[in-house]
């Protein structure tokens, strides 16, 4: 689960602060959002790696921390989604709606998963 994390939290820093700022009229969301957005995401990437590479053995409590960072980057996503929704393009709606369905998906799977473990 932390490999899957983490990689998922590299992918959204590379697009949030590589690919869709050159593309910031295209998805309509401000460029510092962006930033800001991936800024929350690379603890996650860093927390999540971490535990897949040296803590693979007490994973339970580090899964809930990790389940709970991306419920709430999902939160901070919304919030920008309601703040910037006149901004927002058609493809910018659909990436940051499809973004939050895919790790809020995840976030909860991360914490049953440890609850049934």
């Known amino acids: 689960m932390f490999f899957i994390d983490g990689a998922g939290a590299f992918a959204s820093i590379i697009l949030l602060a590589i690919v869709l700022p050159s593309l910031e009229s ?3 969301m401000p460029y ?6 991936a800024a929350f995401a690379a603890p996650l990437f ?4 971490f535990c897949y590479l040296f803590f693979p053995e007490r994973w339970k409590a580090f ?10 980057y ?11 929704k006149g901004d927002l393009t058609v493809l910018g ?9 895919v ?6 799977i991360e914490i049953l998963y440890s609850i049934r473990r």
């Open 46 to 49: 860093l927390f999540s790696t």
């Open 32 to 37: 510092r959002v962006l930033y800001l957005l």
């Open 63 to 72: 899964l809930i921390t990790v389940a709970v960072g991306n419920l709430f």
């Open 74 to 84: 999902c939160s901070i996503s919304i919030a920008a989604i309601f703040w910037f």
């Open 93 to 101: 709606m659909i990436y940051f709606v499809a973004e939050v369905i």
């Open 103 to 108: 790790i809020a998906a995840l976030g909860a």
């Open 26 to 28: 295209a998805i309509g």
